[in-house]
Nanobody, 117 residues
Framework: QVQLVESGGGLVQPGGSLRLSCAAS????????MGWFRQVPGTERALVAR???????TYADPVKGRSTISRDNAKNTVYLQMNNLKAEDTAVYYC???????????WGKGTQVTVSS
């Protein structure tokens, strides 16, 4: 069974920074694609950023230039560094991973990010 465990969420002031981490484990898991979605109550979950196992990245327009996604393949861990945070970045952030081979998608339980003064 594959598990994704997120960490790094919390309360931050506008203009501040956060680094989210997500570690995948179980069943000899290797992620073809890993990344982050976010969701605000009453809206659909939306892609924030994703990274392939060869390092190719994609960012949603609202976070371009303010966020950097990276991964450590040896640790099956993906990171999201977010800078110059804005109130509209407030959401629950969900890690996801697509496994190599089966291309099954797995989700973390989510971590709350709140940007407020």
């Amino acid at each position: 069974q594959v598990q994704l465990v997120e960490s790094g969420g919390g309360l931050v002031q506008p203009g501040g920074s956060l680094r989210l981490s997500c570690a995948a484990s179980g069943n000899n898991f290797r992620g073809a694609v890993m990344g982050w979605f976010r969701q605000v109550p009453g809206t659909e979950r939306a892609l924030v950023a994703r990274i392939t196992n060869d390092g190719s990245t994609t960012y949603a327009d609202p976070v371009k230039g303010r966020s950097t996604i990276s991964r450590d393949n040896a640790k099956n861990t993906v990171y999201l560094q977010m800078n110059n945070l804005k109130a509209e970045d407030t959401a629950v952030y969900y890690c996801f991973a697509v496994s190599q081979g089966s291309y099954s998608t797995y989700w973390g339980k989510g971590t709350q990010v709140t940007v407020s003064s």
